[in-house]
Structure formats: structure tokens, C-alpha cells
């Protein structure tokens, strides 16, 4: 055969192959590298996560911690944007409705870019209109999403939620519990009332689970006053030449790697 002209398309144009269970990998990975590349460059350094229930609604019953986590993230806003040239402390949330409504909705209203890492799911997440629209980001794999979460975090507010927010609790307070992380990340209980219901941490202490010392990697609050000025007085002042800060992994006593 002469005068034939074959073309073939590069493999990553292949959609077929990326939708396919071979091309899983390649998906993982991109989840990864696509949004270290936009945090990049849109000069993120780290950021103050808000984590609580989708379902919570500003005027429901228990409006008051929709409100609260607005108004918070209003003030962590204002106050990071008057201390800091770069985007450090930026609110993030997880770009759904609720808590992570409010949280991104009161960061709009303090001036400030706001990320969403939102999940593809079958009901209640959906983007909120409030996420700056060059910072959000939507996942299918819920641990590429928490890796996201847990690396560029130096603060973690947990207002009321159900099963997911207490996952993404639980995963944070194992990797502060063991280390880790390179970096201390704070995590406050926002409703002390709410969180006594749902989780006794201190019988885990009195049963020998956990170590009494560890009860001191969470804070409690009960309103936004106590929760900005905690954060105001322990979030580090130091800035890491990174963008975005990306938190190393201690894989043993002696190495330490991305």
C-alpha cells in the first residue's frame, strides 16, 4: 500500500482510556498534579479548613453554627489579607452547601479568595456560588481530596456534621496523633454541646486507647470571638518559601520526604 497517511492520537487524548479501570492511575495522579499546578499558580501558600455538615441551613434549627462559621471566616479573612502580601490562611472548605457554604460565603464577604475542594456525589454536593470560580476543584477520589485538605492546612475548624465531617476529623487527628505531618495543624471543636453528644474523647484516654496528651491536639469554642483570637495567637507567623506550602510526610526518625 503506498500513499496512506496514518495518524494515531497521543495517548493521554484517549478518553476512553483515561474512563477505563487500566487508566485509574493516570487519574489518581491527576487529581494530584492538576491541583498543585493551579494552587501554584494562583500563588496559595495554606490555608484555614472549614469542615461540618451539608446540611445545615442559615435560617434551620440549628442556624446559629451556619452564622458563626460565616462570620468566622469573615474576620480569618479580613485579618489575613491586612497581615500578609501573599494568599496565606486562605478559607477552604469543601465547596458544598452548609458549613462549607458559610465558609466560603464569609470569606467573599471579607474580601478574600476562597477555595472549594468539592466531591462528585450522589446528593448534596453540589458547588455553592461562593467559591472563587479559578479555586474549585472537583474530585472523585475522596483520599486525594483529604490529602488536599490535610497538606495545605493550618487550621481545621469542625463545626457540627455527620458522618463525613467526623471522617475527615478522625483522619486529621490520626495524622497530628502520629506524627505525620511535619507541621502542627490546629484543630478546633466549634459547639462544645454538639461534640460532648457525639464523640467522648476522654473516654478514650480513661480506657487507655489514646494518650491523655493526646486530648490537648483538640480545642473547643463556642463562638467566634474565642475561635479568631486563638487562631490570631497560634497560627505561625513564619511563611514558607513554598507555593503552595505543601506539608512534608515523616516516613521515619531519620528521612524526610514529599
Not at 61 to 74: N, Q
Not at 142 to 169: C, N, Q, Y
Amino acid at each position: 500500500m503506498t500513499g496512506q497517511v496514518l495518524s494515531a492520537e497521543p495517548a493521554y487524548h484517549n478518553q476512553h482510556f483515561l474512563d477505563s479501570d487500566e487508566g485509574r492511575p493516570v487519574r489518581i495522579l491527576a487529581e494530584y498534579l492538576e491541583p498543585l499546578y493551579r494552587l501554584k499558580e494562583e500563588g496559595i501558600h495554606d490555608t484555614i479548613v472549614f469542615f461540618g455538615s451539608a446540611r445545615l441551613e442559615e435560617n434551620g434549627p440549628m442556624g446559629k453554627y451556619y452564622r458563626d462559621a460565616r462570620t468566622l471566616a469573615c474576620k480569618l479573612a479580613d485579618w489575613s489579607s491586612r497581615l500578609h502580601e501573599s494568599k496565606r490562611f486562605v478559607i477552604c472548605s469543601g465547596g458544598g452547601g452548609g458549613i462549607m457554604e458559610a465558609a466560603n460565603r464569609g470569606a467573599r464577604d471579607g474580601g478574600a479568595d476562597t477555595i472549594g475542594f468539592n466531591i462528585g456525589l450522589p446528593y448534596e454536593q453540589r458547588p455553592n456560588p461562593y467559591v472563587t470560580p479559578s479555586l474549585l476543584f472537583e474530585f472523585h477520589y475522596f483520599f486525594m481530596r483529604k490529602l488536599w485538605f490535610s497538606h495545605l492546612a493550618r487550621a481545621l475548624i469542625v463545626f457540627p456534621g455527620g458522618f463525613g465531617t467526623l471522617d475527615e476529623l478522625m483522619e486529621m487527628l490520626t495524622l497530628a496523633q502520629t506524627k505525620k505531618l511535619d507541621r502542627k495543624v490546629l484543630i478546633l471543636l466549634y459547639g462544645s454541646d454538639y461534640w460532648k453528644d457525639v464523640i467522648n474523647l476522654n473516654v478514650l484516654a480513661d480506657r487507655g486507647m489514646i494518650d491523655p496528651e493526646d486530648l490537648k491536639l483538640v480545642q473547643r469554642v463556642d463562638d467566634v470571638d474565642t475561635a479568631f483570637q486563638f487562631l490570631k495567637d497560634n497560627l505561625p507567623k513564619e511563611k514558607e518559601a513554598a507555593y503552595p506550602s505543601f506539608a512534608k510526610a515523616k516516613f521515619s526518625k531519620t528521612s524526610v520526604a514529599d
